[in-house]
């Protein structure tokens, strides 16, 4: 908390997008439901908390989340959701208090979590088009958006998320057109598999490649090899990297990556990621 009654989306933009569990009811421990996969050892129920939720809202086994079977909970960023509903949206209550409280802030979580995630994109595509357009209509997208993040449980639950997705869609691409307009983009050899939006491109062998520029939008590239890869100005919204193999490749200058991409992936001391990111522990 940066002050009585607020959380630090109010006070403005990128920084105030990443979690601070330290000011959360643990909610992405609970709200969430998960199912035993590669990613989590057993099912869990929305509105469940997770046998490893101790009473003070922390997880008791953090360190070990990989090694015991949490892949999943490694990858997850709330975008700072959870500390926006646990202290500004229900102005410090916790979903322990009561059953109105638990109810309304597990239906909340979620919907605040989707529009904080559109709110790093919209945050990003400001940075691309200042300086060289006029950067008036994504500041007032974002504007908008951060309105409704801070709208009432009964508000946030009549909204249509996908709407507010699909309406600043058009803007996100755009902003994107702007920042890879003078990036030359390298001649793709006609043996590799196509490198556009919505590829396939799981286990694709990229390494060393200069994708400076390519936009990849919406790809799957799950166990691609991205080894020495080059990403100066790729378009990476959406992009599905896990277990990606990143290691020395260039991420300095990638378009919407997220740290969940970077988590989901693998990587060494030689990845290189854009200001403000954080190595994951499970990199060599």
Known sequence: MTGAGRTRIE??????????????????????????????PFDKDAGEPCTNLDGADG???????????????????????????????FAGRSWRDDDATRTAMFGTFPIVRRLHELLWYLDEAIDLVTGAVDPAPWVTAFEHVRVLSDGTPSALAELDVDAEYDAARALLVRASDIARQDVATIRQPRSQRALEPGADLIG???????LSGVTLRG????????????????????????????????????????????NSAQGDAGTLLPTGFERPTHWS
């Open 59 to 89: 997880c008791r086994i953090h360190p070990h989340l990989r090694e015991r079977g949490f892949k999943g909970c490694t990858v997850f960023d709330c975008f700072g959701a959870g500390q926006k509903v646990s202290r500004q949206t």
């Open 11 to 40: 006070l403005g933009r990128r920084e105030d997008l990443g979690a601070d569990c330290a000011n959360c009811f643990g909610l992405c421990c609970v709200a969430l439901a998960f199912t035993k996969s590669a990613d989590f």
């Open 219 to 262: 790809s799957i590239a799950i166990a691609a090899d991205l080894r020495d890869a080059r990403l100066h100005r790729c378009d990476l919204l959406g992009v599905d990297l896990r277990d990606a193999d990143l290691s020395g490749a260039d991420l300095t200058e990638a378009i919407y990556l997220t740290q969940m991409q970077v």
């Open 204 to 210: 694709a062998r990229l390494r060393g490649r200069d």
